[in-house]
């Protein structure tokens, strides 16, 4: 094996630049201050750094970069990222987020608020494939309904943030879905299924809790309810699904959400809907870029033997539990906590799946671990730890929405800690079917 652990050290520079620089701005009491110097750019030095390392020729170098970047999982993770966003930008352009929000409030019972409140965030973030974007719709509506009832803050927007959580895990037009299912080779239904084995139990826990915790309150009066924007989440959900492939599923759900803008409104034309595909696309900018550049940091790491180093470090770390752990079991192991680990230090869910998407696929190789299972894990574990950082944008989001204290609001999000309880004990029990198909 090509071990180098100095190939690793442009992963170490740029994770050093991305964390730095936010805890800089953090002491400086800038908002969001973990997202001022965006990850494509904090990635350039170390692109630089890994050309200085590299041997060869430069243009043999250059040539590593430029496969990692054009290598197929990369770019049909863009294809699909693209087609997401411009889904994401016009299904709430034409009324379909506020549609979906309204008709979830008017199904709530009085005596369920915060379950019903969960269940609604939960469904609309597996439709809209965003936490952010979800967060953003529900969190306002949270607020009021906290104020209309005698519902504890911290709690109802702990809520808010566990079912965009729950949705950002198990929606198969998240960036998180999306990139850990094309890194470890699978489907996008079948990890799908994997991960609801976990999140199911870990979402009705929440939801018994919540249950206790809930004082009745009074619904906000909702408007008339337009249930045909509403069609396209419905439509990309049963697609889904039913298992075809994720590209003609947007492709579609973009078609149907057209066809309802059109349709439906005076003010909607050919020339808006363009205008909002092109936001889409505009709105996916950040990880589509990163995407291609960490995919030729990766290649070049991979040539000079620093994922061949981690791998063997991280079998250093799991093999005092040989005996104990069966050889799938510590595939699994070294796989959640790599992931984990990276999104603690990168504050970003699907920035974390990209980096340690090949090492993943390593390890799941040499451990014998499914491919469903391996995408499985790395989404569920990137999600529970993405939903408990005080720094993460899912917290500093819905804690400024609310206008309460992200390390305050931290302690209230239930769902995430029994999310990764569950995984763990997936994990440790041997869940049955997780061997390689």
Do not use: W
């Not at 041997?55 to 430029?66: P, V």
């Not at 309904?145 to 198969?172: H, R």
């Not at 939903?387 to 944008?393: I, K």
Request: net charge neutral.
């Amino acid at each position: 094996m090509n071990t180098r652990p100095l190939a690793l050290l442009p992963l170490l520079l740029f994770l050093t630049m991305f964390i730095g620089s936010g805890l800089y701005y953090q002491s400086q009491n800038t908002d969001f201050a973990f997202y001022q110097i965006s990850a494509p750019v904090a990635i350039l030095p170390a692109i630089v750094l890994a050309m200085l390392l590299a041997r060869g020729s430069l243009n043999e170098r250059i040539e590593t970069f430029t496969r990692g970047v054009g290598d197929q999982t990369i770019i049909t993770m863009v294809l699909i990222y693209l087609l997401a966003g411009a889904f994401a930008s016009v299904s709430k352009a034409i009324g379909g987020v506020d549609a979906t929000v309204a008709l979830g409030l008017q199904l709530i019972p009085s005596s369920l608020l915060l379950p019903g409140l969960f269940v609604i965030t939960a469904l609309i973030a597996t439709a809209m494939g965003t936490s952010m974007g979800t967060i953003a719709a529900i969190a306002p509506v949270a607020v009021g309904l906290t104020e209309a009832t005698e519902l504890p803050l911290l709690l109802t927007i702990g809520t808010v943030v566990g079912g965009a959580m729950f949705g950002d895990n198990l929606s198969i037009i998240s960036d998180t879905t999306i990139a850990a299912t094309r890194t470890q080779g699978c489907e996008m239904r079948d990890k799908f299924r994997m991960n609801l084995i976990i999140a199911a139990p870990a979402a009705l826990l929440t939801l018994i809790f919540l249950y206790i915790e809930s004082d009745s309150g009074q619904v906000p009066e909702q408007t008339s309810i337009e249930l045909l924007k509403v069609l396209p989440y419905i439509a990309v959900l049963v697609m889904a699904i039913s298992g075809l492939n994720v590209m003609l599923v947007l492709v579609s759900g973009i078609a149907i959400a057209a066809v309802v803008g059109l349709t439906q409104s005076t003010d909607y034309n050919i020339a808006q809907l363009a205008k909002d595909i092109y936001a889409g696309y505009s709105n996916m900018q950040e990880i589509l870029i990163l995407s291609m550049l960490i995919g030729g940091l990766g290649a070049m790491m991979k040539q000079q033997g620093g994922l061949d180093f981690l791998t063997e470090m991280i079998n250093r770390i799991t093999h005092r539990r040989k005996n104990q752990l069966s050889s799938v079991r510590t595939g699994e192991l070294s796989i959640s906590t790599a992931v984990a680990l990276t999104n603690a230090a990168t504050a970003n869910n699907t920035v974390a799946i990209v980096i340690s998407g090949a090492l993943a696929r390593d390890i799941a190789n040499r451990h014998s671990v499914d491919p469903r299972r391996s995408a499985s894990l790395m989404d569920i574990f990137s999600c529970a730890v993405q939903g408990l950082l005080p720094y993460g944008a899912q917290i500093l989001l819905a804690s400024s929405i609310a206008g309460i204290s992200p390390l305050s609001l931290v302690g209230s999000i239930h769902y995430c800690v029994l999310l990764g309880i569950c995984a763990l004990i997936s994990i440790m029990a041997g869940r049955p079917g997780n061997q390689p198909r």
